[in-house]
């Protein structure tokens, strides 16, 4: 299971032009499509959380397929957690980066699994090393999981 192939997976097989990614664990007001009109060359993501809900919700990316889909969706090549949000938000950047009204989005409070005391250090680590094998490896410019094998 590489869940950057999945979310390129589910890009590829979406039937409208604008994806919601959220995780299970996000809250998505009724309103929440009101309040953040999509256009062409834009997209939505929570840039600065300002506390622990909302960092919690860094994930959270509203967008248009062909978007992501012109920068290659998610970089298959990351396969444990962490950075894959903060290198497709770097590919993005040339379109219209608009803020999420966090007023309209929000984590739905659960436990951490027992056992896992350290996962937010592990997930620290993990992320810096995402981070390090991107920025040493050449630009992501295919989508693996369009063969079907997500």
């Not at 979310?7 to 097989?13: D, E, S, T």
């Not at 990351?78 to 770097?90: C, Q, S, T």
């Not at 937010?120 to 295919?142: D, F, H, P, Q």
């Amino acid at each position: 299971w590489v869940l950057t192939r999945a979310y390129n997976l589910a890009i590829k097989v979406a039937s409208g032009p604008w994806i919601l990614k959220v995780d299970c664990d996000t809250l998505v007001h009724p309103d929440f499509l009101e309040r953040h009109p999509i256009q062409k060359g834009a997209f939505y993501s929570l840039k600065f959380p300002r506390n622990s809900n909302e960092a919690r919700l860094s994930g959270v990316l509203f967008a248009g397929r062909n978007d992501l889909l012109d920068v290659h969706g998610y970089d298959e090549r990351l396969v444990r957690y962490g950075y894959e949000e903060k290198d497709l938000l770097r590919r993005l950047s040339f379109l219209d980066g608009r803020d999420l009204d966090p007023e309209y989005i929000s984590h739905i409070p659960h436990g951490d699994p027992k056992g896992t005391t350290d996962v937010g250090s592990i997930r620290i680590v993990s992320s810096e090393v995402n981070k390090a094998v991107l920025e040493n490896s050449k630009k992501w410019t295919e989508v693996v999981a369009s063969d079907g094998d997500a």
